[in-house]
Nanobody, 123 residues
Framework: QVQLVESGGGLVQAGGSLRLSCAASGLTFSRYTMGWFRQAPGKERELVTA????????YYADSVTGRFTISRDNAKNTVYLQMNSLKLEDTAVYYC????????????????WGQGTQVTVSS
């Protein structure tokens, strides 16, 4: 059974930083493209970033480029999202997702989703 467990969310002031982690189990992690989606209240869910199975290629939404960094540690079955210079509009529930050998540029419907972790940015 595949499980994706997010951690690291919380409340942070605008301009601050947070690091999300996602621990994966029940899958061969190195064969999966990993991604982070987010959903803010009243808004559609959107892809924030995705990283390929080897970790040498990543996609970022325009809204987070230059501020967020995705990385992975295949030895630890964990993917990370470093979020810097956080803005009010980054407030959302962030979901860790996984798709076997997914295309980072067409990462719309990953097979597996975590429960989500809340990120709240305050002024």
């Amino acid at each position: 059974q595949v499980q994706l467990v997010e951690s690291g969310g919380g409340l942070v002031q605008a301009g601050g930083s947070l690091r999300l982690s996602c621990a994966a189990s029940g899958l061969t992690f190195s064969r999966y493209t990993m991604g982070w989606f987010r959903q803010a209240p009243g808004k559609e869910r959107e892809l924030v970033t995705a990283i390929n199975w080897s970790g040498n290629s990543a996609y970022y939404a325009d809204s987070v480029t230059g501020r967020f960094t995705i990385s992975r540690d295949n030895a630890k079955n964990t993917v990370y999202l470093q979020m810097n210079s956080l803005k009010l509009e980054d407030t959302a529930v962030y979901y860790c997702t996984a798709e076997p050998y997914g295309d980072i540029y067409d990462f719309r419907n990953p097979a597996y989703w975590g429960q989500g972790t809340q990120v709240t940015v305050s002024s």
